[in-house]
């Protein structure tokens, strides 16, 4: 059974700091994803990471992938405020029955 | 674009009381889940539809039905909810199984 896991699950940091969100995970898999909630809203798709040593960059995220590893990381450059949310990673595994297991997430609190 | 339209938002059921929440997507996607999120545990998948016409247990199906009534709606049923199904129940669908999953924006469901 695929087990996900993030650490850490809270984060409270101030603007201008930098840091990484880790999902390690159990089994092989191909794929990986990481998506935003806002508090009371819906999760919204970030990044899509397909490939050991996959890199996606939008604004002050940047997601990588190691297969080998089974490891994934977000690091967040010089935070600021609006990036306050809860980041969830979702792995793809499971052959003919193939499904996302997702972590329990990170409250990301970003402090000015 | 409207992408995933899930009904109600909102429901307070009492225990023993069934109900049916609906979800309707526009994206011509094969697949479908519905997930149910609690507080600190992430998301939880209950049933998924890989593709119109089948439907498969996912980690939580005790206390579910779903219908896949086409290609664009998948119905979660609770048939005698318990307190315990109190939750934020999220539909989602995908192009392909375990692609990159869009959510719904929720449904909040208290049972007392």
Known sequence: ELKVEQNPLFLSMQEGKNYTIYCNYSTTSDRLYWYR???GKSLESLFVLLSNGAV????????????????????????VHD?????FCAVGSG????KLTFGKGT?????P | NAGVTQTPKFQVLKTGQSMTLQCAQ?????SMYWYRQDPGMGLRLIYYSASEGTTDKGEVPNGYNVSRLNKREFSLRLESAAPSQTSVYF???SPLLGTEAFFGQGTRLTVV
């Open chain 1, 37 to 39: 909630q806002d508090p």
């Open chain 1, 56 to 79: 996606k960059q939008e604004g002050r995220l940047m997601a990588s992938l190691d297969t080998k590893a089974r490891l994934s990381t977000l690091h967040i450059t010089a935070a």
């Open chain 1, 83 to 87: 990036l306050s949310a809860t980041y």
């Open chain 1, 95 to 98: 052959g003919s029955n193939y």
């Open chain 1, 107 to 111: 409250l990301l609190t970003v402090n």
């Open chain 2, 26 to 30: 526009d994206m011509n996607h094969n």
């Open chain 2, 91 to 93: 539909c989602a669908s």
